[in-house]
T-cell receptor
Framework: DQQVKQNSPSLSVQEGRISILNCDYTNSMFDYFLWYKKYPAEGPTFLISISSIKDKNEDGRFTVFLNKSAKHLSLHIVPSQPGDSAVYFCAASGMDSNYQLIWGAGTKLIIKP | EAGVVQSPRYKIIEKKQPVAFWCNPISGHNTLYWYRQNLGQGPELLIRYENEEAVDDSQLPKDRFSAERLKGVDSTLKIQPAELGDSAVYLC?????????????FGNGTRLTVT
């Protein structure tokens, strides 16, 4: 039973345009959400997070939106740059998971020049 | 600040052989995690340490997997005997505090291939 789902295995975006990566979750007890970025042969690196008391968090070119009623979050990257090409993982935690991260399967983002 | 260091980077072994992975977390990080990541999937937690105590090992296949974190710093993860299905990337991560104050920092992982 996948509690965190990233339904798009891959996404291709033109350089300079907006990239939108989506993530859905099923557990209403999740209250903290994170996005990690992973390059090949490297470990995931933390990108941005959001608490359930907020609906938006912004850090430079990266913005995460949380829609609790829809159990959906999204990561917006604008403008997209070639170095953004990577696999992006969504992760969630809450009391039900003993505050351990439950991860999605990842979305591979390809930025086209 | 030095990152999480893992070794080896790659390991190829025959099934039924033992294998061990080593992790050195970021200095001062009390919490250490071992994850397994299969191709096309997110990381799955195997074990979490708070200092030298294993506080969550519910996902660790204890018949063949073992881990230790002596003195609450470095950690080793062992598989004996390895099976074909153990082929994966084994990731170590560390954090200083709760997730909201200190996100996980990952090492580059050990890619294990069991033949």
């Amino acid at each position: 039973d996948q509690q965190v789902k990233q339904n798009s295995p891959s996404l291709s975006v033109q350089e300079g345009r907006i990239s939108i990566l989506n993530c859905d979750y099923t557990n209403s007890m999740f209250d903290y959400f994170l996005w990690y970025k992973k390059y090949p042969a490297e470990g995931p690196t933390f990108l941005i997070s959001i608490s359930s008391i907020k609906d938006k968090n912004e850090d430079g070119r990266f913005t995460v939106f949380l829609n609790k009623s829809a159990k959906h979050l999204s990561l917006h990257i604008v403008p997209s740059q070639p170095g953004d090409s990577a696999v992006y993982f969504c992760a969630a935690s809450g009391m039900d998971s003993n505050y351990q991260l439950i991860w999605g399967a990842g979305t591979k983002l390809i930025i086209k020049p | 600040e030095a990152g999480v260091v893992q070794s080896p980077r790659y390991k190829i072994i025959e099934k039924k052989q033992p294998v061990a992975f080593w992790c050195n977390p970021i200095s001062g990080h009390n919490t250490l995690y071992w994850y397994r990541q299969n191709l096309g999937q997110g990381p799955e937690l195997l074990i979490r340490y708070e200092n030298e105590e294993a506080v969550d090992d519910s996902q660790l296949p204890k018949d063949r997997f073992s881990a230790e974190r002596l003195k609450g710093v470095d950690s080793t993860l062992k598989i004996q005997p390895a099976e074909l299905g153990d082929s994966a990337v084994y990731l170590c991560a560390s954090s200083a505090q709760s997730l909201e104050n200190s996100p996980l920092h990952f090492g580059n992982g050990t890619r294990l291939t069991v033949t």
